[in-house]
């Protein structure tokens, strides 16, 4: 033990004298952390104590972590990772697991259901991105300014997303009714439209998906027009001055000022915004299930697909296979936003 202290030491004065000659402030701080974990061993070797105080440190910290990890790992990490091997597989929750390569990958190119629910799903992200872009920057604009009861305003927009939705879709198909009774066709016919002319809305399979997107803008947008309104209220209010003072228009300000200081929020939002949408399954459902709660394959989407052979054929294989297809097309197309708005950076 004594030849270890005299080691440590000896490296302690060491590392001292290297401190004190040292001029760079980083290779200062470095090497003042080296003392310290020395000092923290001198003392270990004394003391004959099992772990430094640092040690002690991090397992107190670790201790904090572990339940939520464990929880974590246990019913999220390990699911996923099963859910990755499951899509090798053949399995039916009951039966003995046998492996089938690539077969499940193969079965999706000749299954319709499948193909018909990534053609709804593209459609839809495609279409509910922009409008949901376009209008919670449009109220987050508006009610940005000095307008009187904005506060009542800003909650009347944001409610829709913490409203129940089970609550609000029934509203919502009780407003386009498919009926000539229905408020919403009803104010149509009053318009002019023939009643044989007047749209189904979610019963028609030429307007079922027309009306989910519509849901899902006025149901999502309030959310999103809270974190532009976040954004908006970053930006200087020197730079409106100087635009001012230049004699830039309404419109000059929001293109020059205005939206490209939004860039960073509006790649926030398109990211968090397409995920979503490719995971939609909730709005689908309550709008489109109708009282069997099956979708047809104008309404179906790639998660109820996921749900449907695997809660209701018991294919569990397949089903992994196209979350696993599913996961591919969010992590594309998050790497590929990702690679634009560096290069838009740079």
């Not at 001292?16 to 270990?44: C, H, S, V, W």
């Not at 990755?84 to 697991?97: P, R, Y």
């Not at 709008?287 to 695997?310: D, F, K, Q, T």
């Amino acid at each position: 033990m004594q030849e270890k202290l005299s080691a440590l030491e000896q490296r302690l004065e060491e590392l001292q004298k290297r401190a004190e000659a040292e001029t760079d402030d980083k290779k200062r701080l470095k090497l003042g952390a080296q003392m310290d974990k020395t000092r923290d061993k001198i003392r270990q070797t004394k003391t004959g104590e099992r772990f430094s105080r640092q040690t002690k440190r991090d397992l107190v910290a670790y201790s904090f972590i572990a339940p939520n990890f464990i929880g974590f790992a246990v019913f999220t990490l390990g699911p996923v990772l099963f859910a990755f091997v499951l899509a090798f597989l053949n399995w039916d929750g009951n039966n003995a697991m046998r492996f089938v390569g690539l077969e499940n990958f193969m079965m999706m190119f000749g299954n319709q259901r499948f193909l018909a629910s990534l053609k709804n799903t593209v459609v839809y992200c495609v279409a509910t991105v922009p409008l949901t872009m376009a209008v919670a920057l449009g109220l987050a604009v508006l009610l940005n300014q000095k307008i009187k009861g904005r506060n009542f305003f800003r909650t009347v927009s944001f409610f829709p997303y913490v409203a129940s939705l089970v609550a609000v879709a029934a509203v919502w198909n009780m407003l386009f009714s498919p009926a000539k009774s229905g408020p919403i066709n009803m104010l149509l016919y009053n318009l002019g439209v023939a009643a044989k002319s007047l749209p189904k809305w979610s019963a028609d399979k030429d307007w079922v998906m027309f009306t989910v997107v519509l849901f899902s803008v006025w149901k999502n947008m309030g959310y999103y027009m809270v974190i532009y309104l976040a954004g908006l209220q970053g930006i200087n209010a020197e730079l409106y001055e100087a635009c001012s003072l230049d004699g830039a228009n309404t419109w000059q300000r929001f293109r020059y000022i205005t939206w490209p200081q939004l860039q960073p929020t509006t790649f926030f939002v398109t990211i968090i915004l397409t995920i979503n949408c490719f995971k939609v399954y909730d709005i689908v459902y309550m709008l489109a299930g109708g009282s069997s709660g099956v979708l047809n394959e104008s309404a179906i989407v790639l998660v109820y697909h996921i749900y449907e052979e695997a809660f209701r054929n018991w294919n569990l294989g397949y089903a992994s296979a196209v979350a696993m297809i599913l996961f591919l097309i969010v992590l594309a197309i998050t790497l590929v936003q990702f690679y634009g708005d560096k290069k838009r950076a740079s």
